[in-house]
């Protein structure tokens, strides 16, 4: 079995080669922009899950930009990850989106114009999560760009107490791989993919995370990521409390 980054690699070359990238440039090291990522957002729009979701956290990332402009124009509210995950969340109510400008408010240039950090305290209940990839397989497995951001933002959510949530990824078709791809118990899985050509039921039996695998977390990281701080002083502080 080849490693994450070994298929990182490969897919990273492989768009490069087959051209189905595009701004920004270079892909590799980061979750790449595809072409017709739009025509892979429609196949989402017409998930039950998404007309029903009120609350949606979409990653940052580029090829995500038409979820996150059409959430807006849904009416739902949408959540995006601080980057680096620095200060947690920003979330931008649709109320203050001017008809037209929704687009402009879900870039990341313009989205603190529209919407405003929140602390975790306030975070409302989430009911779709997308997650930007790499390399995804049919049975639901994905591999991000290496840094496990996605898969802590969900671990944060369900150590808050948020419910199991749905994820959606959507991805160049190249980017679905038939390899066996390797699994940490920290690694977020997708029920549904949406590539340019089709929408994947998952079906996956790969479990999600549970919460924070906190014997992984080094100081160092806590100090990088200052939500982490937050999300341990609301949880375990409360335990020590109820002692």
Known sequence: MRTKQ????????????EKVGRFPFPLKGRIPNFKNAEKAAQFVFQLEEYKQAKVVKVNPDSPQLPI??????DGKTLLVPTPRLKDGFIKVDPATVPPGEEKKAASLKNIHQYGKVISLRELPTIDLFFAGSVALTRDGKRIGKGEGYADREYAILMELGNPPIPVVGTAHSVQIVDEEMPKDEFDLTCDYIATEKELIVTNT???????????????????????????WELTKGAESTRK
């Open 205 to 231: 039996t790969h479990e999600k995370p549970k919460g924070i695998i906190w014997s992984e977390v080094t100081e160092q990281e806590m100090e990088e990521m200052p939500v982490l701080r937050e999300v």
């Open 6 to 17: 070994e298929i990182r690699e490969d897919i990273w070359s492989k768009m490069m080669e």
């Open 68 to 73: 996150r402009a059409q959430v807006l124009k």
